[in-house]
């Protein structure tokens, strides 16, 4: 079902960080160590995103740049020669394992960007078409004031016919009425109202979500493993620990956190009530 990571601190190697530690990114490509009933390696691709200043004085401003490829990580050269190469002060980064039936492809690898945002997806939506167009329909119906979404056509924007990629049109849309005076005030707000939408129509959905806009990054946890490592100077969320540093700690299921350099807020998320019950 996919691992992920997360950086956000000082400018730090964008290849390096997916080779660190003797459990790196890289390493969990292929030996995995808690995948929960989610599949044994994530050979089916994998990205990588990270953001850059552009502009000059008043006009500049952070901007998302990626990299993907649907090959196994380990075959692909460019992560030595090119992401080797290149430092920022963020990054999330990403290696797939493909549902069964769902396409190998490069659109199909995360992360998804748009503009300053990216976004990854380790889990599942059981029969994603159907429970996404009713999600769809919820939101636009409780929005009612400026429409999210023209029609479920919409959903035929997204890159790869998958669940992550429907997920991602979704939550850029939520993203798009975030005012911290309106109905959706934040990131985090958006992300918990995605979730227990998906969940209200599919409790059996994995939802371990990861967004950044280069500055801070949020993350769910709904039946996956994230643990956080918080320095003094900078965070990372990642699906399993690259190393033995005991600032590693584990977070609960049912989360919702927000990182930013050294500092780290996690609370719980609101569920539905067939949520909460699900053994």
Same mark, same amino acid.
């Given at each position: 079902?996919?691992? =992920? ?17 003797? =459990? ?16 044994? !390696? ?35 050269? #460019? ?36 503009? @300053? ?10 029969? *994603? @078409?159907?429970?996404?167009? #009713? ?36 939550? @850029? ?10 109905? !959706? ?15 209200? =129509?599919?409790? @059996? ?23 956080? &490592? ?6 990372? &969320? ?9 600032? *590693?700690?584990? !977070?609960?299921?049912?989360?919702? !956190? ?22």
């Amino acid at each position: 079902m996919c691992r =992920h990571l997360g950086y956000v601190g000082p400018p730090t190697g964008v290849g390096e960080l997916v080779v660190h530690g003797p =459990h790196s990114l890289y390493a969990q490509s292929w030996a995995p160590a808690d995948m929960r009933s989610g599949g044994t !390696i994530n050979a089916d691709g994998f990205g990588v995103a990270w953001w850059r200043r552009v502009g000059i004085g008043a006009d500049a401003r952070d901007t998302v740049a990626r990299y993907r490829n649907h090959a196994p990580i380990w075959t692909d050269p #460019a992560l030595g020669e090119v992401l080797g190469q290149l430092e920022s002060r963020s990054v999330i980064a990403a290696v797939r394992s493909a549902t069964v039936g769902m396409p190998v492809e490069r659109g199909a690898c995360a992360p998804f960007t748009d503009e @300053r945002w990216a976004f990854s997806h380790n889990g599942v939506v059981p029969d *994603w @078409r159907t429970t996404l167009v #009713a999600v769809l329909a919820d939101l636009n119906e409780a929005f009612t004031a400026a429409t999210l979404f023209d029609s479920p056509a919409v959903l035929l924007q997204a890159e790869s016919l998958t669940d992550s990629a429907a997920l991602w049109v979704l939550l @850029r849309g939520l993203l798009g009425v975030v005012d911290p005076a309106g109905p !959706i005030s934040s990131p985090a707000e958006a992300l918990q109202l995605l979730v227990a939408s998906v969940l209200r =129509h599919q409790p @059996r959905a994995r939802l371990n979500l990861m967004l950044g806009n280069g500055s801070q990054l949020w993350a769910t946890t709904c039946w996956h493993s994230l643990s956080v &490592l918080v320095a003094d100077d900078y965070t990372v &969320l990642s699906s399993e620990p690259y190393d033995a540093d005991p600032r *590693w700690q584990s !977070i609960d299921d049912h989360q919702l !956190i927000a990182a930013t350099p050294g500092r780290c807020a996690i609370t719980a998320l609101e569920l539905p009530a067939t949520e909460r019950v699900r053994s």
